[in-house]
């Protein structure tokens, strides 16, 4: 079955009851047992749910994995991940990665005694000097947010099985439609599933999928023992969005290529990063890894000033200054202030996090109307 075929029919199949095409919405938080134990399949909502196992068979196919497993937030599903690990285990993750994630491991996880290393991974090579017995787990992202940086999933999975190394990707920014962890090597594939998976901007959820049975029913374990799974209304809308998303992605990325290429050129604009780019340092790895390119795309104006760039992001009218991203609409985010405040300032600058970037989300309107506005908002 091709990718486009499985966002509709993957792992689904009409509904046993009526025959409902779309899985119904199984509002409920317990189901009759006929015996102690006698059940068809479903006990307990925080444990299954036909809604919530529709939309994680989605996830496994559309990732070509066997197992998909849906949680509360993106943000839950790295949890999950990190749960796996022991106090003293290290953790070698990407440098350049969402605020989130790098508040979590250090905020919540290292007074756990887990260690992390965040390492530039453009040239895969430099992560062999991190690597000690007590590593545990790589985190990649890629491309990386806020600064697009693409990172070779085959290259860093070599390294993890040299190693005897759990490696786990977050596939947010590309969405199965550009890549396929799995595929390259990866052990588990995370999503913030508010984004691209959802697409509309209307639900918060996170996701995992693997292929290995046994990392499965680990990780399976975490979610029912720590409880963060997302209920039956919000899996109702992802497997809705994941439906359209072949299409929405292949306009995200025809905009995402006409916005770029047109503040390439603007003259207050210093630096422009999207992996489409020729210009872009790691332009050929995101050729060999990735369909096609995306509408995520990050530029800074001339003279790194903080306050120019709050002025742009504050003058757009069809954008709209927001966190998240990933919606149908576009949007704009200043992320010194907004998506990776919680990075101290003096780390944000060592991957490019200056005062004066800003990150886009293209959606799918107009192209010209999206640059019109772009237009305005550098002139002023």
């Not at 991974?121 to 590593?135: F, L, R, S, V």
């Not at 292949?250 to 390439?264: D, S, T, Y």
């Not at 202030?337 to 800003?358: N, Q, Y």
């Amino acid at each position: 079955m091709k990718f486009n075929t499985k966002t509709i029919h993957g792992g689904q199949s009409p509904d046993k009851a009526f025959g409902s095409v779309m899985p119904p919405i199984y509002q409920t938080s317990t189901y009759a047992q006929t015996t102690p134990g006698g059940h068809k399949g479903y006990e307990y909502s925080r444990t299954h749910n036909p809604t919530r196992h529709a939309l994680e068979q989605s996830f496994a196919s559309i990732e070509n994995g066997n197992y998909g497993l849906a949680f509360g937030s993106g943000l839950a599903a790295i949890d999950a991940i990190i749960k796996l690990l022991n106090p003293g285990d290290e953790v070698i993750s990407t440098n350049d990665l969402y605020g989130g994630t790098y508040r979590l491991f250090t905020k919540v996880f290292e007074k756990f005694q887990i260690k992390f290393h965040f390492v530039g991974m453009e040239n895969a090579d430099k992560i062999e000097q991190h690597i000690n017995p007590k590593t545990k787990l790589i985190w990649v992202e890629t491309p990386t947010n806020p600064m697009l940086n693409i990172i070779d999933i085959k290259a860093v999975s070599k390294i993890s099985k040299k190693h005897n190394i759990l490696l786990a990707v977050d596939n947010t920014f590309a969405t199965p439609y550009l890549q396929q962890p799995l595929d390259l090597g990866a052990d588990i594939v995370m999503h913030s599933a508010t984004k691209y998976l959802g697409g509309h901007s209307d639900v918060v959820m996170g996701a995992l999928a693997v292929k290995d049975k046994d990392l499965a029913e680990q990780l399976y374990f975490v979610q029912n023992a720590s409880g963060a799974v997302c209920g039956p209304q919000d899996s109702f809308l992802v497997l809705r969005g994941i439906k359209t998303l072949h299409v929405r992605m292949q306009r995200h990325c025809e905009n995402g290529r006409a916005v770029a290429k047109f503040l390439q050129q603007h003259p207050k604009v210093e630096h422009v990063y999207w992996p489409g780019l020729p210009t872009h340092p790691n332009h050929q790895t995101a050729v060999e890894q990735m369909h096609d390119f995306g509408g995520m795309l990050s530029f800074t104006t001339k003279g790194n000033n903080f306050e120019e760039a709050i002025k742009v992001v504050e003058r757009l009218k069809v954008f709209t200054l927001a966190e998240s991203l990933g919606g149908v609409e576009s949007l704009a985010g200043h992320p010194a202030s907004m998506t990776h405040a919680s990075i101290p300032k003096e780390e944000r600058e060592k991957t490019g996090v200056v005062d004066s970037l800003i990150r886009l989300s293209v959606g799918i309107e107009d192209q010209q109307d999206l640059i019109e506005d772009l237009d305005q908002a550098l002139n002023g």
